[in-house]
Nanobody, 115 residues
Framework: QVQLVESGGGLVQAGGSLRLSCAAS???????YGWFRQAPGKEREFVAS????????YYADFVKGRFTISRDNAKNTVDLQMNALKPEDTAVYYC?????????WGQGTQVTVSS
């Protein structure tokens, strides 16, 4: 059974950095991994994704140049390095895995950026 566990969230001042990690367990053919976020009162939105086949990455415009998604196949983790954080980046961040059997979500990790 697929399970995703996020870690690395916390409180940081504006301009600071955090690194989120998503640990995937269970054997399945993965198509891509992604990070999404949901702020209070807002819908969940796409942040970044990485293809499992060729490592191609995609980013939302509002994080380009600040966030980097990466994959560690040996550890079976997907990380999101977040630099130059802004108060508007405050949200619960979720890891998503798209496989041939379906889509799976982690429980989320809170990121709070103070001004």
């Amino acid at each position: 059974q697929v399970q995703l566990v996020e870690s690395g969230g916390g409180l940081v001042q504006a301009g600071g950095s955090l690194r989120l990690s998503c640990a995937a367990s269970g054997r399945t053919f993965t198509m891509n991994y992604g990070w999404f976020r949901q702020a209070p009162g807002k819908e969940r939105e796409f942040v970044a994704s990485i293809s499992d086949s060729d490592g191609r990455t995609y980013y939302a415009d509002f994080v380009k140049g600040r966030f980097t998604i990466s994959r560690d196949n040996a550890k079976n983790t997907v990380d999101l390095q977040m630099n130059a954080l802004k108060p508007e980046d405050t949200a619960v961040y979720y890891c998503r895995q798209v496989t041939v059997s379906g889509t799976h979500w982690g429980q989320g990790t809170q990121v709070t950026v103070s001004s």
